[in-house]
């Protein structure tokens, strides 16, 4: 009779995984982004003595007000900050260095038919 009626209970939910070292990042990340700046943030200190009080940037305090959050590169994406960047510019000067190539060997083979056009002419002439 006792075998029915544990097979019946219900089963305690599955133990929480512990958060990966990326998901314990991105949540401490998020609280901080989330905390207004106090007295305890060195870096709102500092801007106290140079004249910040509060409030947006700039003359009048018409500027940023509020932390400028950072982007976060996609998991995996260790290439470095100014890599997509850098990438695109080495293949925009790769396809002109392709373009250049191509349009130099079409003016020496211009040339070149051009020379032995002339050459010809002048052994027909000659001959």
Do not use: C
Not at 6 to 29: F, H, I, L, N
Not at 32 to 41: Q, V
Not at 86 to 103: M, S
């Amino acid at each position: 009779a006792d075998a029915p009626a544990a097979a019946a209970a219900p089963r305690p939910p599955p133990p929480e995984k512990p958060m990966s070292a990326r998901e314990r990042e991105a949540a401490s990340r998020a609280q901080g982004l989330e905390t207004p700046l106090d007295e305890s943030n060195l870096g709102y200190r500092m801007m106290q003595n140079m004249g910040y009080g509060g409030g947006g940037l700039g003359k009048g305090e018409a500027g940023v007000a509020a932390p400028i959050n950072p982007q976060q590169a996609s998991v995996g994406d260790t290439q470095g900050l100014g890599r997509a960047r850098a990438a695109q510019r080495a293949q925009t000067l790769y396809e002109d260095a392709k373009r250049l190539v191509a349009a130099r060997q079409q003016t020496a083979f211009a040339n070149h038919a051009h020379r032995r056009a002339r050459d010809a002419a002048f052994s027909r002439a000659a001959g």
